[in-house]
């Protein structure tokens, strides 16, 4: 698959941003709003299924920031304070008003993020489920 880089999807009340370089498929999108989120459906985003909040919602969900939202033309707000949970598997997952390294190395500014804690992701500080911390 190639990768185009961040895609957006719009609707009245809510704007949808997908980064498939950051997705690690938890499937809470699509498992928390199917008629949103769809994969099987082309374009697999419509925001306009479902109500603006609800969409918010379930985007908040993702692990690892690859959706991203709107709300009314507002971004989300991070959380606060900063959380770093460590899975069993080893991954970090933070929360929070986060600065991180992007693809081009410029500063990337994110709510939530998946990092590696093994050491062996090709994408550092990302766990791209190369490693041992995100095989489980």
Do not use: K, N
Request: glycine share 12%; hydrophobic share 30%; charged share 30%.
């Amino acid at each position: 698959m190639t990768e185009r880089g961040p895609r957006t999807y719009r609707a009245e009340g809510v704007e949808v941003t997908f980064d498939a370089a950051l997705c690690r498929h938890a499937a809470r999108c699509v498992g928390g709003l199917p008629e949103v989120f769809d994969t099987g459906r082309r374009p697999w985003i419509e925001p306009g299924a479902a109500e603006p909040d609800r969409v918010a919602e379930v985007v908040r969900r993702c692990p690892t920031g690859a959706l991203t939202y709107l709300l009314r033309g507002a971004p989300e707000e991070p959380q606060r304070p900063t959380t770093v949970a460590r899975t069993e598997d080893g991954r970090l997952l933070l929360r929070g008003d986060l600065a991180l390294p992007g693809p081009d190395g410029a500063e990337r500014r994110a709510t939530r993020a998946m990092l590696c804690g093994c050491g062996h992701s090709a994408g550092q500080p990302y766990c791209d489920r190369s490693g041992a911390c995100g095989r489980a």
